[in-house]
């Protein structure tokens, strides 16, 4: 009977070590588990004019006031690096988002609009007002780019 149990004990050593050796590893365990439990991608608000106007405008009008002039404060900056932030990943919600036609197009435009987010972004943390200012002004022209080729030359902004 001991015997029997030593050999049982051997043999579950062995699938369990097999296991750990040839089963998965624990980031591919990890990545799939993420997949399974991913949410689902919706958007909130598909019209695009609707989206342009609640989520893009209002941070734009604050930064076109705020960078008028030079920051005077950390209040001010706060709210310069918030909108920058806001603007940045709103490239990220255009890359989910683009028209049947021209789809590269809506692509190549979207992934400006939040690269130059970032340098944006990363110049009101440093609290540098030319940088700011020089990567809103690029945004801006990022901006009007993609209303020039989607939107007839619609909403076009100005810093």
């Known amino acids: 009977m001991r015997k029997w149990s ?11 070590t097999g296991r750990i050796v040839f089963g998965p590893s624990a980031e591919v365990a ?33 930064l076109k006031a705020a960078l008028a002039t ?4 950390n209040a001010a900056w ?4 918030s909108d920058s932030l806001i603007l940045a990943e709103a490239g990220n919600l255009l890359l989910r988002r683009p028209p049947e ?8 435009h979207s992934k400006k609009v939040r690269d130059t987010g970032i ?20 945004l801006l022209q990022n901006c009007n780019a993609c209303h020039t080729q989607f939107a007839d030359g619609e909403h076009m902004l100005k810093p």
């Open 78 to 81: 706060k709210g310069i690096k």
């Open 30 to 62: 990890k990545s799939a588990l993420a997949q399974e439990a991913a949410p689902e991608d919706k958007a909130v608000e598909p019209d695009m004019h609707e989206f342009m106007e609640y989520v893009c405008e209002p941070p734009c009008k604050r």
């Open 70 to 73: 030079a920051p005077a404060d």
């Open 6 to 16: 030593i050999v049982c004990f051997l043999v579950l050593g062995l699938l369990v």
């Open 119 to 138: 340098l944006l972004y990363a110049a009101a943390k440093k609290k540098d007002t030319v940088e700011t200012r020089k990567q809103w002004e690029g």
């Open 101 to 108: 036609k021209d789809a590269a197009a809506w692509v190549a």
